[in-house]
């Protein structure tokens, strides 16, 4: 069992940057891929980013590719997306996931999931 909590959304010009935090609890942490999807209004669920369980193998949509960079610490049970040169359209409600299974780089598998962020970006 995992519980995730993110944190580190608000609201942005275009061309900032912001850091969203994923904190998650259970002793398994360290053996789990997680991912970050988002959401925006009257849009389907996108799969952002994802990252295995060590840290040595990540996966970013490409409309994201250059800007945002998945990261994670198991000592602190933490995942961390930075987000820079953030566009309008990258506003959404951005959620964490946990995954244990082998299908994480395809956006599969995500079980537990946190209550989301919301990212907004300014024109």
């Known amino acids: 069992q995992v519980q995730l909590v993110e944190s580190g959304g608000g609201l942005v010009q275009a061309g900032g940057s912001l850091r969203l935090s994923c904190a998650a609890s259970?002793?398994?942490?360290?053996?789990?891929?997680l991912g970050w999807f988002r959401q925006a209004p009257g849009k389907e669920r996108e799969f952002v980013a994802a990252i295995n369980w060590s840290g040595a193998h990540t996966y970013s949509t490409d409309s994201v590719k250059g800007r945002f960079t998945i990261s994670r610490d198991n000592a602190k049970n933490t995942v961390y997306l930075q987000m820079n040169s953030l566009k309008p359209e990258d506003t959404a409600v951005y959620y964490c996931a946990a995954a244990y299974g082998s299908s994480w780089l395809a956006g599969l598998g995500y079980d537990y999931w946190g209550q989301g962020t919301q990212v907004t970006v300014s024109s």
């Open positions: 259970g002793r398994t942490f360290g053996s789990i891929a």
